[in-house]
């Protein structure tokens, strides 16, 4: 059974940076897509960035400050924030797609404030 293990949110002070790491724990195969959604309290959940085995994708409102990225070999992808801003505060989850199944992270809360 695979689970996918989140790490790296926290608090930070605006401006400031923080990585967030998931690892796929157990056997997984054909991964077609990485990608990390966020969901902020009273809003719906969006994607924030995707990797695949084209151009990876950032929403607009990350475009130039976040960077998703993944070690293949790890089974992880990681999503380093940049210039944060408190707009960014909300639960982040990773999801990984494959070719029989998509796997979701628990969640890890990031909270942008001064």
């Known amino acids: 059974q695979v689970q996918l293990v989140e790490s790296g949110g926290g608090l930070v002070q605006p401006g400031g940076s923080l990585r967030l790491s998931c690892a796929a724990a157990?056997?997984?195969?054909?991964?077609?897509?990485m990608a990390w959604h966020r969901q902020a309290p009273g809003k719906q959940r969006e994607l924030v960035a995707a990797?695949?085995?084209?151009?990876?994708y950032y929403a607009d409102s990350v475009q130039g400050r976040f960077t998703i990225y993944r070690d293949s070999a790890k089974n992880t992808v990681y999503l380093q924030m940049n210039s944060l801003k408190p707009e960014d505060t909300a639960v982040y989850s990773c999801q990984i797609v494959t070719a029989r199944a998509t796997y979701w992270g628990q969640g890890t809360q990031v909270t942008v404030s001064s």
């Open positions: 157990g056997v997984i195969f054909s991964i077609e897509n």
């Open positions: 990797i695949g085995s084209v151009v990876p």
